[in-house]
């Protein structure tokens, strides 16, 4: 059996379609969507994805500021700026790019973030809010995972999803929404010992590590749906995941590509996550991720 596709672009384009149709009823009642984005450095990959990230804002009718800081930005800087953009009407969502010069503490400043804009779902008031099921902002990466599992209309009850990866941004955030699905979720990481045992187990498996082919055929469950969040290169410079792609497709039952899969859907839920918050303040916002 060949798997078949989650293409996260095809979903990508009709969740963003959804997004301009919403952004410009907010505009017509005289509230403008705006995105701030912030970067500190020249970290070229968060060069690419920071003008990824304004230019979907640009596309959906979302208003957008870039702010590039110097990489020798202090953090007291750094924090008054966050400070200024929290106060600012015209901006629902804010975004610091990550990572962050070594002498600015990272978290010190998401915290900085006002959670009604932490857009990101990085603060701890927005973590807090997933564990228990309040209302806040998901994460975008696992946000997104979510959405390609309900566009194949999976339904996780019961099932046993196993998680590869334990970062706040992507692993620990995915078990917790998988869990509120009623799903069985098994979090596997770095001292995990024989990961194979767990994975053939598993009815889902997201793979979210950082390094090629962490998952494998023989690790695959026949029929299992899994989703990469990895973004690696391989050995010819070619955009991969986690997955090996090749060998996994012929058992699976649905898979996400690398490129094409998690990486547009983590774009399109930031856009989702800001154009609820600017609904929120303009109170027409539904009340939680979903
Ligand atoms: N760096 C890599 N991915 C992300 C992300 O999703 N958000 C932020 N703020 N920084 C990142």
């Known amino acids: ?39 500190v450095g020249d970290n070229p990959a968060s060069q690419v994805y920071v003008r990824n990230k304004v230019k979907a804002c ?90 390609m599992l309900d566009s194949i209309g999976y339904d996780l009850r019961g099932k046993h999803a196993v998680v590869i990866g334990r970062s706040n941004i992507v692993g620990k955030p995915m078990a ?40 494998t055929a023989d690790m695959v469950k026949p029929g299992a749906v899994v989703i990469d969040v990895g973004m690696n290169r391989d050995d010819a410079g070619k955009l991969c995941g986690d997955v090996d792609f090749a060998g996994v497709r012929e058992v699976a039952g649905w898979i996400t590509p690398v490129p094409g899969g998690v990486g547009p859907m983590t774009i399109t839920m930031l856009l989702v996550n800001t154009l609820e918050s600017a609904e929120r303040a303009a109170g027409s916002g539904t009340s939680a991720s979903t």
């Not at 998988?178 to 793979?207: E, K, N, P, Y």
């Open 176 to 215: 917790l929404m998988l869990l509120a699905r009623s799903a069985t979720v098994t979090v596997c990481h770095s001292a995990t010992a024989d990961l194979g045992a767990f994975t053939r187990q598993a009815d889902v498996v997201v793979a979210a590590v950082g390094k090629r082919n962490v998952l």
């Open 1 to 39: 059996m060949t798997a078949r596709l989650i293409d996260g672009n095809a979903l990508s384009q009709q969740l963003r379609a959804d997004v301009a149709a919403r952004a410009a009823a907010l505009r017509a009642r005289g509230t403008v969507p705006g995105l701030a984005v912030v970067l």
């Open 58 to 147: 640009e596309d959906n009718g979302l208003h957008s500021v870039l702010e590039r800081h110097p990489a020798d930005l202090a953090e007291d800087a750094l924090l008054a700026r966050v400070d200024a953009l929290n106060r600012d009407p015209a901006i629902h969502g804010i975004l610091v790019q990550l990572p962050l010069p070594a002498h600015i503490d990272a978290q010190k400043v998401i915290e900085a973030i006002a959670p009604e804009k932490d857009v990101d779902g990085f603060h701890v008031a927005s973590a807090g809010a997933l564990m228990t099921g309040s209302a806040g902002f998901w994460p975008c990466t696992p946000y997104g995972c979510m959405k």
